[in-house]
């Protein structure tokens, strides 16, 4: 079991940048691929970023190629989101999820065991 807190979520005005991160609990934090995903309003929860355990690969969604990174620190137990040249579409709330290695898709929801409670991103045009 780990719990995920998220941080560093605000209003930033369209060009700017953010960097959330999401700390985790307990001690096993290198065994599990973290992702940030993101929900707005009226739409379905969306893959934005993912990192092995290792930190050796990344994933990303299309859109947010070269804006957005994602890193981690294994001995801090966080994984970070930096975002930069932020558009208004990016708002929404930005969850950190946690998953065990499987054969699903780094890109689903259903891959993810552990979920944070979410952070709000809004920007402003």
């Not at 719990?3 to 930033?12: D, K």
């Not at 009226?42 to 893959?47: A, D, L, N, P, Q």
């Not at 620190?73 to 579409?89: G, H, I």
């Not at 499987?102 to 979410?118: N, P």
């Amino acid at each position: 079991q780990v719990q995920l807190v998220e941080s560093g979520g605000g209003l930033v005005q369209a060009g700017g940048s953010l960097r959330l991160s999401c700390a985790a609990s307990g001690r096993t934090f290198s065994r599990y691929t973290m992702a940030w995903f993101r929900q707005a309003p009226g739409k379905e929860r969306e893959f934005v970023a993912a990192i092995s355990r290792s930190g050796a690969n990344t994933y990303y969604l299309d859109s947010v190629k070269g804006r957005f990174t994602i890193s981690r620190d294994n001995a801090k137990n966080t994984v970070y989101l930096q975002m930069t040249s932020l558009k208004p579409e990016d708002t929404a709330v930005y969850y950190c999820a946690a998953g065990y290695d499987s054969g699903i898709s780094y890109y689903t929801v259903a891959r993810y065991d552990f979920w944070g409670q979410g952070t709000q991103v809004t920007v402003s045009s």
